[in-house]
């Protein structure tokens, strides 16, 4: 079930035209293994002897030149980024030789794997600029040898020698993932030239079918932003081809691929293919057109636009309803939809109305909301509600308390403001769930940001989006370090027990869960094989120290319903094998076993479904159906489908966009009772309750794999819950969904206070230009040119996300107007590692800074990038620690630009710690974003005496960019 799999076990098959041809380099003498890699080292080693190699401190001598003009191409190898170009600073090449594939053709035109790789095998670095990568596979008697080598500053060649599978087979190559930010929009040249080349990469990606840009080439020249990049096949093959990535599920980079394809070699044979790729001087010596410079200021999100679900029954009338500063609420006073009217209807107007008892059936002025009696209204469904709204009242009236709280989150989205009034346009509505179970599985990651507060708004997007359940899901050390009363950087008993109390009091069931994996080397405590992730079922003692860990899930949660996991289990032959039973008879027997634990403690048991779907009958349907999966090694599962309890709720997680899930079908004419689970996907979540609702299921689940880690609100969609409660549900493309939860879950502070505003002058700190100037001499902000400069940002005084900030003018990129601080040791270019922003004497009650960064190598998880240093008159200082993120990220706005494994990269650089409020492009059509990052200061009765500005040492090759600081005092 855990998206880490995924980089291990999938990769969708790609379709290449069957025209390039065979590798002319072949050798059907059956080579023994240890011969190949002898003399793969031999060929390499001439290789190395032919040329002198480019030393690391040598790249950069070339790359720090005093114009910026002749930049070097620098190649970075490493086994967890693997191997990449950066040029200038920036990723120009994000992967070499980073993928191949031995595969045979199926007999409908498929692929099936035999060995991929090459991450797995030993990487060793044989000279500065030179690196070995080799590996091989017993079980197919493949191998390979790949050399990575820089051999000047422009040049860097790549070697790869196979020995191919003891069957025929077809190899497919990924020789380098251009990155697409700088070559979108780019010209293509190739040779041998044919008609139907493409001559030019989209600006916007390709659609999928139609990825292929180049086939049987031996030599690609793509004109890009910051250079021409030259690839070449040394081997005259012509088996290169060229693709857009962008639109490849499989491409974590979002890449311009160019690889290659040969078909039909022979067995136990050696191969060998030589690729050069070369950093030639961009073809374009002018900078384009002005036209081409965009820039718009980020305006405020109504989240609740986004929650506004259109009703299933809705008659409208041309009166409204003004809101006055003197209105009430009437109803509960303790009451969740009360409370949370007031609390939004002040927030968005500024007005507080109080919330009055509601004794009987009202009839004044206000706003009110009734309980409707069970059985009083047949036509309003349980979770169910109906809005009034005349001249003179808005009556919600809820079929029960979570019809209450829809009601008003259906309220809060039809409040608009119309010449400087708030209003609520007239008529009734009435709305229900289509589907009874909607909600999402939270993964209780160890958090970067362990913030109860943040926990809390995050439910309340869930809520808001209609969602009725959670699921907090634990690993098994998680839970054992709660047994042990230890704090191990993760959510404490105490914190979580705290967040439950809080899902309820949204009316949310909680459930919990517990993954069933678990690793031999950490559990020591029980009975594992070595080969498998799941205990021994037949040793007594495994299910003592199981139920303990349940045990201590079910003090803190007290859940409805426990998910006991029993996903991806690996190595269950190993049970079976000897026992007399088969895989199904063993995982039916440890279902009941634990379904039978806590039936007696009045729990329900929910469970993944994947080992109980068919691979050869589901695989290519949904995804996700790991029963007979060879990686697995479980063998059969599916046979139990029809033996395990009835009562378990399975939930059926499949993540890809599909037309429809059958899947849901089979488990319901099985008699088991199943939701459907997606990803961050909103088509396949609108998809899945489509499936749900047809197949008569109970329910859709959305889950956050990563939230915890990255902090991405992309790392989940709320279209899940949302089309849980409407299958109409129609999905946005502006991802609309990922800036609903971010405004939702973003500190208070971000949406407006009474605070003086008295912007601070950056004159005497600026040591950069936001442009570059027309001579091409500053580099611009970050040294890079106009291909990431801010030329488009509008100097003078403005307001950003309702902040007021001076931008100092550049005068066209003649005057440094913003501050920037590098770790990159090129202090003698302006560019420090520590800069003085204020001195003086100040009290304020928050500090808000307009900034942003650079980051060689952008990732999604969040680490620290540098700090604000704030000192006071008493001699204390507050550290403000900069993450990337959370309240800074790059300033690129690419989607595939920050590294994730999990892929999810819609709206890299909507945070939740901060807010985007200027999004433009660069003379290059690059998109950019600054954030508005707003500190409250803990200590608002002190003089403030200085700030500075510091950057971390490590991420390499970091810059941060401050380009306003405004205080906020009473």
Request: with cysteine; hydrophobic share 35%; net charge neutral.
């Amino acid at each position: 079930m855990r998206p880490e799999v995924f980089k291990y076990t999938m990769r969708t098959p790609k379709v290449l035209a069957n025209s390039i041809r065979n590798s002319t380099c072949n050798s059907r003498d059956l080579l023994s293994q240890h011969f190949v890699f002898r003399l793969a080292l031999t060929v390499f080693i001439l290789l190395s002897s032919a040329s002198p190699l480019l030393t690391l401190e040598k790249a950069r001598a070339l790359q720090v030149t005093s114009d910026g003009q002749h930049p070097a191409m620098e190649l970075r190898v490493d086994p967890v980024k693997r191997a990449r170009v950066l040029f200038n600073g920036v990723r120009l090449m994000a992967g070499i030789g980073g993928f191949f594939e031995f595969y045979e053709r199926g007999l409908a035109g498929g692929r099936k794997r035999i060995l991929s790789g090459p991450w797995r095998g030993s990487l060793r670095e044989n000279s500065p600029g030179t690196y070995t990568l080799s590996g091989n596979d017993p079980a197919s008697g493949a191998g390979y040898t790949i050399v990575f080598r820089q051999t000047d500053a422009r040049t860097i060649g790549l070697l790869m020698t196979f020995k191919t599978p003891s069957r025929y087979s077809n190899l497919d190559i990924d020789i380098v993932k251009l990155s697409s930010d700088f070559f979108k929009g780019g010209t293509l040249d190739a040779s041998p030239a044919a008609l139907f080349d493409a001559k030019v990469i989209p600006v916007e990606p390709r659609p999928f079918a139609e990825r292929m840009l180049l086939n049987g080439k031996n030599r690609v020249l793509v004109r890009g932003a910051l250079c021409d990049s030259e690839i070449e096949d040394m081997t005259g093959t012509n088996s290169m081809y060229a693709a857009d990535g962008r639109n490849m599920p499989w491409d974590k980079s979002r890449s311009i691929l160019i690889g290659a394809e040969h078909l039909n070699l022979s067995p136990d044979s050696l191969y060998t293919f030589k690729y050069s790729m070369r950093c030639l001087p961009p073809s374009q010596h002018k900078m384009p057109q002005e036209a081409k410079v965009s820039s718009r200021q980020t305006i405020g999100f109504n989240e609740w636009s986004f929650f506004s679900i259109v009703p299933k029954e809705e008659s409208e009338k041309k009166e409204t309803y003004q809101l006055q500063k003197n209105d009430h609420i009437y109803g509960s006073p303790s009451g969740t939809a009360e409370t949370v009217l007031t609390n939004e209807i002040s927030r968005l107007t500024s007005m507080h109305p109080d919330v009055k008892l509601l004794e009987t059936t009202a009839t004044g002025r206000g706003l009110i909301i009734e309980r409707i009696p069970a059985g009083a209204r047949p036509d309003i469904p349980p979770e169910g509600f109906e809005i009034v709204v005349s001249q003179d009242r808005v009556v919600v009236r809820g079929a029960d308390e979570r019809g209450c709280l829809y009601g008003v989150y259906a309220l809060l989205g039809r409040l608009e403001q119309k010449a400087g009034a708030w209003t609520i346009s007239g008529g009734i509505i009435k709305d229900w769930p289509d589907l009874s179970l909607r909600g999402g599985c939270l993964e209780i990651l160890t958090p970067a940001i362990r913030d109860a507060g943040v926990m809390k708004r995050y439910l309340d997007a869930f809520s808001r989006a209609r969602g009725n359940v959670v699921i907090f899901l634990h690993t098994p050390q998680q839970i054992r370090s709660w047994k042990r009363n230890m704090d191990d950087g993760g959510w404490t008993k105490k914190q979580m027990a705290e967040i439950a109390r809080y899902a309820r009091s949204l009316h949310m069931d909680v459930w919990a869960g517990m993954v069933s994996g678990f690793n031999p080397a950490d559990f020591r405590e029980m009975d594992i094989h070595e080969d498998t992730n799941f205990y021994n079922p037949f040793n007594e003692k495994n299910y003592q120290f199981l139920f303990s860990l349940y045990e201590e899930i079910l003090n803190i949660y007290e859940p409805a319903t426990l998910l006991i996991g029993h996903d991806e289990i690996q190595g269950l032959s190993v049970y079976a094998a000897g026992s007399g039973k088969t895989t199904a008879e063993i995982l039916e027997m440890d279902i009941r076993r634990i379904h039978d634990w806590l039936n007696r403690r009045s729990v329900r048991t929910a469970m993944w479904g994947d080992m109980l779907l068919d691979h050869g009958q589901w695989e290519a349907a949904v995804g996700s159906a790991n029963s007979q999966n060879p990686f697995f090694r479980s063998g059969a599962t599916h046979h139990a489908l029809q033996n395990i309890p009835g009562d378990i709720l399975i939930l059926d997680w499949h993540y890809e966009e599909k037309k429809s899930y059958d899947s849901i079908g089979n488990f319901r004419r099985n008699g088991l009772r199943v939701a459907g689970v997606t990803w961050y996907d909103p088509k396949a979540a609108r998809n899945m309750a489509e499936s749900v609702k047809y197949s008569g299921g109970q329910g859709i689940i959305a889950t956050d794999w990563g939230f915890w880690r990255t902090m991405s609100p992309a790392a989940t969609t709320l279209y899940a819950p949302i089309c849980g409660w409407s299958v109409r549900c129609s999905v946005d493309e502006r991802n609309n969904d990922v800036a609903a939860l971010a405004e939702t879950v973003r500190d208070a502070i971000y949406g407006g206070n009474s605070y003086k505003q008295m912007p601070v002058s950056l004159i005497e700190a600026s040591n950069r230009p936001a442009q570059a100037s027309s001579g091409g001499n500053n580099n611009a902000l970050f040294g890079v040119g106009h291909v990431l400069d801010l030329r488009a940002l509008q100097s003078g005084k403005q307001v950003l996300g309702g902040i007021f900030f001076e931008v100092l003018p550049d005068d066209g990129g003649r005057q440094n107007n913003c501050v920037v601080v590098s770790n990159t040791g090129r202090s003698a270019a302006g560019e420090p590692k520590e800069v003085i922003l204020f001195t003086g004497k100040e009290m304020v009650r928050q500090i808000s800074f307009l900034h942003t960064s650079l980051v060689e190598e952008p990732v999604a998880r969040v680490r620290k990038l540098g700090w604000y240093l704030v000192e006071y008159d008493d001699g204390h200082s507050v550290t403000i620690d900069l993450l990337e993120n959370w309240n800074i990220t790059d300033i690129r706005s690419s989607e595939g630009l920050r590294h994730n494994d999990w892929t999810f990269t819609r709206s890299p650089d909507s945070l939740l710690g901060a807010k985007p409020v200027w999004t433009g492009s660069s003379t290059n059509g690059i998109p950019l974003n600054l954030q508005l990052f707003i500190w409250s200061n803990p200590y608002p009765e002190k003089k403030i005496n200085s700030i500075k500005l510091i950057v971390a040492d490590e991420p390499e090759g970091t810059k941060l960019a401050l380009l306003g600081l405004t205080f906020l005092r009473e």
